[in-house]
T-cell receptor
Framework: NAGVMQNPRHLVRRRGQEARLRCSPM?????VYWYRQLPEEGLKFMVY????????ESGMPKERFSAEFPKEGPSILRIQQVVRGDSAAYFC???????????????FGPGTRLTVT | GQNIDQPTEMTATEGAIVQINCTYQ??????LFWYQQHAGEAPTFLSY????GLEEKGRFSSFLSRSKGYSYLLLKELQMKDSASYLC???????????FGKGTMLLVSP
């Protein structure tokens, strides 16, 4: 049973380029979350998606960042015109459909480490 | 606003017991999670509390007091491999997103 998969694991971009990060949730999970982890900082929530829907994007920067989770294929986090401050580890997590009660912990992928030069 | 506090670093000796505290002030509460994260790796789930009290799971236990906004993670019989960052997270918005503390770096020495 494969876990959450993210690729690439490492990504180097020059300032001004675009970065595309991909996340495939665990089998049977329909909810995807993206988090960013800066050095010496905690994980910060960015966006929560279900298939074809953005549920909560309150943690996304207003410009240059976008996310999608299409009906088919992985979830994509896109960063346009990257700047040095975007250098961080980006983690994707997935969970099954939340119910009225229960654990429903989020399972994390291995992360994509983005370096902007 | 959301605020989750935990110590930055702790050290302990192999075989000992260590308690990592977490206090939180969030606009809502629907569960508290502890994750372990080794350097350069993904966080892995350790424990979950939604009701007051102690949850035990092998060498790891987690306690919650909702009235005090307080939790701790207790690690017994420490092993070298327990050296990692321990993340406290609160699920505060419905049943979805997690708000994380900055993590406590635990160093276990021989």
């Amino acid at each position: 049973n494969a876990g959450v998969m993210q690729n690439p694991r490492h990504l180097v971009r020059r300032r001004g380029q675009e970065a595309r990060l991909r996340c495939s949730p665990m089998k049977g999970h329909s909810h995807v979350y993206w988090y960013r982890q800066l050095p010496e900082e905690g994980l910060k929530f960015m966006v929560y998606l279900q298939k074809e829907n953005i549920i909560d994007e309150s943690g996304m920067p207003k410009e240059r960042f976008s996310a999608e989770f299409p009906k088919e294929g992985p979830s994509i986090l896109r960063i346009q015109q990257v700047v040095r401050g975007d250098s961080a580890a980006y983690f994707c997590a997935s969970s099954p459909l939340p119910g009225l009660a229960g654990l429903y912990e989020q399972y994390f992928g291995p992360g994509t480490r983005l370096t902007v030069t | 606003g959301q605020n989750i506090d935990q110590p930055t670093e702790m050290t302990a000796t192999e075989g000992a017991i260590v308690q990592i505290n977490c206090t939180y002030q969030t606009s809502g509460f629907n569960g508290l999670f502890w994750y372990q994260q080794h350097a350069g790796e993904a966080p892995t789930f350790l424990s979950y509390n939604v009701l007051d009290g102690l949850e035990e799971k092998g060498r790891f236990s987690s306690f919650l007091s909702r009235s005090k906004g307080y939790s701790y993670l207790l690690l017994k019989e420490l092993q070298m491999k327990d050296s990692a960052s321990y993340l406290c997270a609160v699920r505060d918005r419905g049943y979805s997103t997690l708000t994380f503390g900055k993590g406590t770096m635990l160093l276990v020495s021989p």
